[in-house]
């Protein structure tokens, strides 16, 4: 065990922690998912991606600086600490991304990742349709070939689009194989959502923002070379992004840690104001602490078995179980301390709001569950 | 011993839930949201003065029906299952309740305030002292305690200002006012624990209506071949929440009967309504989300109107904390 | 409503009250279930027999005085307040007892009721098996027909007997018909142990006291008119048997609120003495407090309806579910109250330990709240 | 940054988890509650003196192998897992530490007497100030913090009044006494801490020796046709206690590592680590309990033997309420 950052790492976070001082925006950012806010966030990210912090572990070429995990990790703590907000390019570079480096073309990621990390596109994820949540493989949207183009023709309704609204392109499963069931016939699509052929229609969000999108799509076009994996291959294509969205890049534990920080400095303040209603809520602040803490260590250990060599199979779903209640847990706390004014629309209840969605989202916690019961316990299906 | 409604109190929550259900269904609560400036259907609260329902627990000799808590539960049970954006509980439990109980008889009761509440041509609300008010933008009247006097004051001649809440059919603002018609109050506890039973009796009818929603949902959905409602984790939390419900109910209905009868331990068992209220509404929001998926995250389901008033009530009237903490004052020591 | 007792509660109460404390043995008694302490309490729920107090709800012929379900309630109160144990009749009185009076022949309730009020006999329920436990129909225990003697010979092994060592009969199911499957072809009989094909084996609880037995039986017989119900008829006249067992009167309000009573004096007389090492501690007494209370409330909810003539239905689940975790918060409570010697071996240990199988007994809870979900709330059931 | 155990470590861990295996299966630990008096396995006391594990955090001039916590915890989590019924917590991780780290070097310090646990000659055992001892029966000697300096006291001296427990194979007792060797302490705390992370470390091995018991169970029992392992609920309780093994584990290896590096906050780290083992362990103990079902509550299966364990250690070196509170203290203020 080594716990000691190397001189290289030290330098790293100074470099990032001083940049994102001098460079960042006015905090508190308006929301990301509302259309004022949209831009804003693009811009900033824009910024980040100017000085080569918007993807750090990229590879240069595609505007990251070639840092190890242990240097995401530090960037994104650092990142977190200095207030800033998750990131409206996400479900690109988090979830896409991923998928592109081990499975896309050379063409495809030469054309798709430089401009996903500038934000010049921004991708949202088609997965789940009206009647496909959870049970994502009885999904229903199709494509039919197109042999004059040279591709294929995209039908069918893709629901819960998180950031749809303001996307320029879709990422997303659909049946090319209209015999074959469930798992089967299904392919992975890189969609330009500027066709007449795609309508896109917000949907507003528990929180009043319209961070939801319906996608409508009637035949809307995808040429071959914006098939990524193979024809029929879409459902193991989709698996190697579901262990990033349910595991590390999404929830990076610099995130948790940020919010603790703002939970105990929220605590101080009121305790020094004699604010404090009820005296348990120190050691609840402290709870919080500590399950950030351990959710970093955890993941200190596991970025040790990524290092070396290892792949993350379906512990992501110990992960994704434990930053979901525990961001509901951190904000819960939060307005205990806010007593009667916990009703008040403010950052800490918007966060509650959104934190309500971790359970639900990237697979609901019934089925991450499931998951570690039957593959990493070894319990039968049914 | 009888531990349940009568025939007549039954009939009379039929005919609140009826009303409701006619005239409060969640499209109502959605345009109050919706309202820019005060929401407020005047039609539904006539009817409710024609009922007798404003009048439910003022004196008969104040154009009141003079019934008890009791009564009053029953109907505030239905008021917070139909997300009612209307300050009925304030009105007619805790503002009624308060003023009936202050004054001298004969020489400065609020007999007149009290008749013009029941006949629905004032409309009252009531908070603890420096708390925010709810519904300050609808009410003409303003009822709250201060030092053993209990005041009524002009929300027109108070300074309001309106605060950004979660559940905009239940918006709060912060009142400053510096005279009102003070009556000397009986007991000035009396107006806290009504206030506190009554939230807790809304919040019963709100984990009853985010379970009904709940079960609809996940015995109509299908995933992986099957209905949601059949798998055992989604049965377990809904039948956590039936269980929440079962336990919550009585324990409402006791304090009610508490008050009713001027028992001395009624405040201490408005305390414990409110915490039981609480767990039982947001084991019902959180367990009813989870059930429902993203559809239930999505403002244009209904869910979230319940959902946010459960928010809304369980911070009103005192935290879970403070009750809490009252109770253990009461039975621990 | 009304909350108030009558004239002829209030002096039953006080009767009950006085008799008590003028008639009780000397506490505490010794457990039960050791072999030491089950003669203690037979001989003292002989004494309540003989005064009239052991079943006051069953009619004056049986041994019971006629009482109301609420007279019922307010002498279990008095009972558990005088710092009473459980019964160790209780599986007798309180889970076949019911039974019989439904379904029970004439002679059957002549021979047997008071006897067993009188603690002659002591019943033990045989219904679990090695395979067979939440899956009750899967029992496999069997009964062949014997013409020649009139009745019938009982083959198997029924497991986890509460009592078993220490009881001379059993009530149990055994299949009649060999060719019929699950809930069909069972018979509900009721059997003498003393008869050298019955083998009764003590199985030590997890608090090392013999509480459990293993039946064996090779060719018991058991004559025609011990026969409960209709040959077939088991599985229905059983399921009369498991209303009582979770609900209502097995575990009566009174025995919780005579704990947390003594939760109460604990964490006082800790306070007094400076030794409350946590103070959170004085709010989780009163949420055991609150509990019980709870129950007590929701009990007379029941008893109101069970008054105006309902029947017990599924909501016995729910009193199951709330009762047996109810009991293991407040012992936890007491432990936590005990802090560093929580782990001494008294009577708050124990008393844990015994509330550990609350979950456990009389359906798992797990089934309870799949009862409670499918019949209560008209969930799919699969 | 890395944060693993090296291939040393992962190989130490092994031998000794070899070795439980093979000398202390659950008939030993069943012994040691069957034993009248003190139950103590010599021959495997001199197996772990053999493999250097008694003198593991020793100093190597006092025959030890000069290894770390970081090394300490992995040796007790497999302990914790055997359910070992011996001190090796105490001897090994707590009073080695605490009086390698105390005495003037030269003059008082107490290398001979940890040579001789090194060796095996000397049991030791430790405790809080004025708390009840664990194997008071068994050691011979007993190492106590006491104002700032470390004691170490001949028990054979000593009044020890053993007491009932629950769990019999970790007996504890009553000792009362009035002189012991005195060692000034570098770090009165040192010896609170290490024993707290000490019980943390075995609670983790604890809780995944009864998941494992669990898994084992619901894998093969069957009900209603099927294992009861595919049942969703219990699926999900199961789930939950890897969750807590998943999070609580770090935190134990964490605490030791600052321990061996001397950083400022391992006291907290200490008392962190022992709020998280011991909630994963109780969910642990409780989980597999209700997943066995009746099997597990009785006393032939060897569950209640590692559920009384986790009872007993969640209880010694302080509770979890008061390690929380050390934690609030530190992080909050």
């Known amino acids: ?382 | 011993m009888r531990f349940a409604p009568t025939d007549d109190q039954r009939a009379l929550r039929e005919a609140v839930r009826d009303l409701f259900a006619d005239r409060c269904p969640p499209a109502s609560v959605r345009k109050a949201w919706e309202t820019d400036g005060p929401a407020f259907d005047t039609e539904l609260w006539n009817q409710l003065a024609d009922m007798g329902v404003l009048g439910l627990l003022a004196p008969e000799g104040a154009g009141g029906l003079g019934l008890s808590e009791v009564e009053g539960v029953l109907v505030l049970e239905e008021a917070g299952y139909a997300g009612l954006p209307a300050p009925l509980a304030e009105h007619m439990f805790v503002a009624t309740t308060a003023l009936a109980a202050a004054g001298t008889p004969g020489s400065d009761h609020p007999g007149e305030l009290l008749a013009a509440m029941a006949a629905g041509e004032q409309v009252a609300t009531a908070a603890l002292p420096g708390a925010a008010v709810a519904f300050a933008d609808v009410a003409d009247v303003l009822v709250q305690a201060r030092g053993g006097v209990v005041h009524a004051v002009r929300l027109s001649q108070a300074d309001v200002v309106l605060r950004e809440t979660v559940d905009k059919a239940y918006r709060t603002a912060g009142v400053t006012w510096h005279q009102g018609m003070g009556f000397e109050a009986s007991d000035a506890d009396l107006l806290a624990a009504h206030g506190a039973l009554a939230a807790a009796a809304q919040l019963v009818g709100l984990s009853v209506r985010l379970l009904e929603l709940a079960v609809a949902h996940v015995k109509v959905r299908t995933q992986f071949g099957v209905p949601i409602g059949s798998q055992q984790a989604v049965k377990h939390h809904l039948a956590n929440v039936r269980l929440g419900i079962e336990y919550a109910r009585p324990v409402v209905w006791r304090a009610a009967y508490g008050l009713a009868h001027r028992e001395a331990t009624a405040a201490r068992d408005c305390s414990f309504a409110k915490v039981y209220a609480g767990n039982a509404a947001w084991t019902a929001a959180k367990s009813s989300l989870q059930c429902h998926g993203a559809i239930g995250y999505s403002a244009e389901h209904d869910l979230h109107l319940f959902l946010k008033r459960v928010w809304a009530l369980d911070a009103a009237w005192g935290t879970r904390a403070k009750h809490r903490r009252v109770v253990a004052d009461a039975v621990v020591g």
């Not at chain 1, 790293?12 to 929301?31: I, S, V």
């Open chain 1, 1 to 382: 065990m080594d716990l000691t950052e190397s001189p290289e790492e030290q330098a790293f976070r100074a470099e990032a922690r001083a940049w994102l001082a001098a460079n960042k925006p006015e905090l508190p950012m308006p929301p990301g998912d509302s259309a004022a806010g949209f831009g804003v966030h693009r811009d900033w990210e824009r910024t980040l991606f100017d000085a080569g912090w918007a993807v750090v572990s990229w590879p240069r070429e595609y505007g990251g600086r070639d840092a190890s995990l242990w240097e995401w990790l530090i960037f994104e703590e650092e990142y977190y600490r200095a207030g800033l907000p998750q990131r409206v390019a996400q479900n690109g570079i988090f979830l896409l991304a991923p998928t592109l480096f081990e499975l896309g073309t050379q063409d495809q990621k030469d054309r798709i990742l430089r401009r996903m990390a500038g934000v010049e596109d921004l991708w949202c994820q088609g997965w789940s349709e009206p009647g496909a949540g959870s049970d994502l493989a009885s999904l229903t949207s199709r494509a039919e070939r197109d042999d004059e183009r040279g591709g294929w023709r995209l039908f069918g309704q893709k629901t819960w689009t998180t950031r749809g609204a303001f996307c320029s392109h879709l990422f997303g499963l659909f049946r090319t194989d209209p015999a074959a069931e469930r798992h089967r016939g299904l392919t992975y699509f890189l969609l330009d959502l500027d066709q007449p052929e795609c309508t896109v229609r917000p949907v507003d969000k528990l929180d009043g923002e319209a961070g939801f999108a319906e996608v409508f799509l009637d035949g809307a076009f995808v040429p071959d070379r914006d098939v990524l994996g193979g024809v029929g291959d879409g459902w193991a294509v989709a698996m190697a992004t579901t262990g990033s969205e349910r595991g590390l890049s999404l929830r990076s534990p610099g995130r948790f840690v940020a919010v603790v920080d703002r939970l105990i400095a929220r605590y101080r303040e009121q305790d020094a104001a004699g604010l404090v209603e009820d005296p348990s809520l120190r050691e609840e602040v402290a709870d919080g602490w500590m399950a950030a803490q351990a959710y970093k260590l955890a993941t200190d250990v596991t970025v040790t078995r990524l290092a070396e060599g290892a792949t993350m199979g379906p512990e992501s779903s110990l992960s994704k179980v434990w930053w979901s209640e525990m961001d509901i847990a951190l904000h819960e706390t939060a307005l205990r301390l806010a007593g009667a004014d916990s009703n008040l629309d403010d950052e800490w209840a918007r966060g509650f709001e959104f934190s309500l969605s971790g359970p639900i989202y990237a697979g609901t916690n019934e089925i991450q569950r499931n998951v570690i019961a039957e593959r990493v316990l070894g319990l039968p299906r049914k």
